[in-house]
């Protein structure tokens, strides 16, 4: 995986290597709830803690088939633990996970991995609606839960698209890490910001292993370039943030000659060749079809390489912005964003009271969830161009 995302090296390894001792006695002692967990991001997770042997794992995703997987990956990969392991497959929002965490609620450290991740997901004002429960509200909930408990550490994932965003999963989280800093007051809070977990669920380059599966064409976009981690790296960097991050930390992975930005289009081509094909660069969606409906030859595999159209795609992504102060020594290859990230009270209160009225009348717009967030963000430079990519193969 890191041949085909241009690097040779781990990107945390010195960081975890200078900080296992302390990992491993702090983990070993500890009980963790970790939300979200069979997620890519957050089963990544789940095995940087189950490695260290916990007193307490209990992770709850509202994926039942997933989280089937990860029991039997951990099984497979580590085994067993001393501690108490237990999944449960829960809805976060829902009243059986309010009942699950009143019957227990005892941890020391909360992760919350959960998340509408994709820029589609804006498309349509409903799917809309429930990002913003998924990545604002649902947080709120399970914060305001952890605080009556008396967790130590409420760690939450956030994305480089909440830097400066442009679409509104990215503002969704920037609206998020405003809902953290005002928690922050009753409990110790870190997050982080990272970049494109590769062959994450779901994600292009995962399609890009279904497309080769099912016999069909690959997509991608020749004129935007991403950073990427690998799913380990994106659980290291969590779990440093959660347990070594102070309260209101923001971790980010530093640019460095390992981090750089690579194209998606580059990448297929690596992959394709990488599967002992040859890519055939086709003109049209139809071309491609045609052409991956005919193949008889093992040689070369139908492309489709165009420039993005679509709503909400950022020409280059960052994971900081120019107000924000840094602290780039602590660790060798994480950066952290100190301080608060400013908020107005009065503002996330009217935010909530409107969400909740739009709501409660059964009936909304996108241009009414939009105005609400430029109330929150007035530089919001959200990217409408009308397409989506579900109307793109």
């Not at 923001?250 to 998606?264: C, G, M």
């Not at 679509?310 to 060798?332: A, I, N, P």
Request: net charge negative.
């Amino acid at each position: 995986m890191l041949s085909l995302i241009g690097r040779s090296k781990e990107l945390f390894e010195e960081d975890i290597v200078n900080h296992q001792r302390e990992l491993m006695e702090i983990v070993s002692s500890s009980k963790f709830l970790v939300l979200g967990g069979a997620g890519s991001i957050g089963q990544a997770v789940t095995k940087e803690i189950f490695s260290r042997n916990p007193q307490k794992l209990h992770v709850v995703d509202i994926s039942e088939n997933n989280m089937v997987e990860l029991v039997r990956d951990v099984r497979s990969n580590y085994g067993y633990i001393e501690g108490d392991f237990q999944t449960f497959a829960l809805d976060i929002g829902s009243v059986e996970y309010d009942a699950f965490i009143e019957a227990d609620g005892q941890y020391d450290y909360v992760l919350n991995l959960s998340a509408l991740k994709h820029v589609r997901s804006e498309k349509d004002p409903y799917t809309l609606m429930r990002m913003i429960d998924v990545n604002i509200f649902n947080t709120q909930k399970t914060i305001k839960q952890s605080i009556k408990n008396g967790v130590k550490k409420y760690f939450c994932v956030s994305t480089d698209k909440a830097a400066n965003p442009v679409n509104m999963m990215g503002a969704s989280k920037r609206i998020m890490e405003m809902f953290l800093m005002r928690q922050s007051q009753y409990i110790a809070i870190s997050t982080a910001r990272f970049a494109n977990v590769a062959f994450s669920d779901g994600s292009l380059l995962y399609g890009f292993n279904q497309r080769i599966q099912k016999k069909q064409p690959i997509v991608a976009p020749n004129d935007i370039k991403r950073y990427f981690v690998t799913p380990k790296e994106s659980g290291e960097l969590c779990l440093m943030s959660c347990i070594f991050g102070e309260n209101r930390d923001i971790f980010f992975p530093k640019l460095s000659e390992k981090l750089h930005l690579i194209s998606f289009a580059d990448i297929a081509v690596k992959y394709i060749k990488e599967q002992g094909y040859e890519p055939y660069l086709c003109d049209s969606e139809d071309e491609a079809r045609e052409f991956a409906a005919s193949m008889t030859s093992n040689e070369k595999w139908p492309c489709l390489f165009t420039r993005s159209t679509t709503t909400g795609e950022k020409d280059f992504e960052e994971f900081f912005t120019d107000q924000e102060v840094l602290d780039m020594d602590k660790f060798f290859n994480l950066g952290v964003i100190k301080g608060a990230i400013e908020y107005n009270e009065a503002d996330l209160t009217f935010f909530e009271k409107e969400i909740h009225r739009l709501k409660s009348e059964r009936k909304w717009t996108k241009q009414e969830i939009v105005s609400l967030f430029f109330h929150l963000l007035p530089a919001f430079s959200h990217k409408e161009t009308g397409t989506y990519l579900d109307s793109k193969m």
